[in-house]
């Protein structure tokens, strides 16, 4: 579902650019430029959807690329993140600056990676919901993107919906408003489960199907914790009982998802991480790779 946002990657340090294009290649459409006069022109020729970008370029550095691209109206409608140093970021940049995400570097890649992916889902959603059919209704295989993906990218995005996702007989219904769990329920053929249980049970999920209606509401309030707070609390839950020996729920779905987590949604903000059921220990084992400038 990702594969058809346009994300524009400018860094003039060659590994960098290099090592993240193919890190992001499997979830966008990747044009990378080393200097942000080729960025320029590359984005005018055809406006990207995201564009991710070092802070300190030679000439004209990060922020005004995107200023300049947010000021023109052919490549205005676009979402940024910028890398920079932690001094940068504190001293010169702001939450109020153009970009909607700051990377702090150095940073590590696979983290660099989910943060990013993190913006191209929400990218996704939102273009899934403008071309959604007749009856408003945005349908998607969790394939394409997973509970976890999915949920984070309303709480970005700030959305409120009706969410349905179906698996192997089993149904649940969360309901969000400006992008927070408002109300939750699992239906299974052993009963029925409300609230923060209902979302805590379909983290478990590895497979099946969602529907989204963004003119769903409720009145009923049944969840305790914010999304985050449920995201962060489900994994735990879900690693605790793989490590008390009962996390074997859907276990041959999970052999290729072997680790998910949560990010918090700034770039000062928490992580917490927990394996998918099943899932080894294949990701933490892999070497991860330390960028710079």
Known sequence: MANDVKLLLV????????MLQQALTPFAQVVAASDTADALLKAV???????????????????????????????????????????????????QDVADDYLAKPF??????????????RIALEKMAKTAPSDGVVRGNLSQMNVIDLMQSLEMGRKSCQ???????????V?????????ATYLSPSGELVGDPAVFRVLRWTGGN???????????????????????????????????????????????????????AS??????????PGGGKREEEEEDVLLDN
């Open 11 to 18: 860094d003039d340090n060659p590994m960098v650019l290099d």
């Open 45 to 95: 020729d055809d406006p990207p959807d995201l564009v991710v970008c070092d802070y300190r370029m030679p000439g004209m550095d990060g922020r005004q690329l995107v200023e300049k691209l947010k000021s023109r109206p052919g490549t205005a409608n676009f979402s940024a993140v910028l890398m920079a140093s932690r001094s940068d970021i504190d001293e010169r940049l702001s939450p």
């Open 108 to 121: 590590f890649l696979k983290e660099a990676t989910r943060r990013i992916k993190r913006t191209v889902d």
């Open 210 to 264: 969602f529907e989204l209606n963004f003119e769903g509401t409720t009145d009923q309030e049944t969840t305790q914790l914010n999304t985050q707070g449920l995201l962060m609390e489900g994994l735990r839950l879900l690693d605790e009982a793989q490590r008390d020996g009962v996390g074997e729920v859907q276990e041959e779905g999970a052999r290729g998802n072997a680790e998910v987590r949560v990010a918090g």
């Open 163 to 173: 969410l349905k996702l179906n698996y192997q007989g089993d149904k649940c219904e």
């Open 175 to 183: 309901f969000f408003a400006e992008g927070q769990v408002k109300h």
């Open 267 to 276: 770039a000062s903000g928490g992580e917490v991480s927990a394996r998918s």
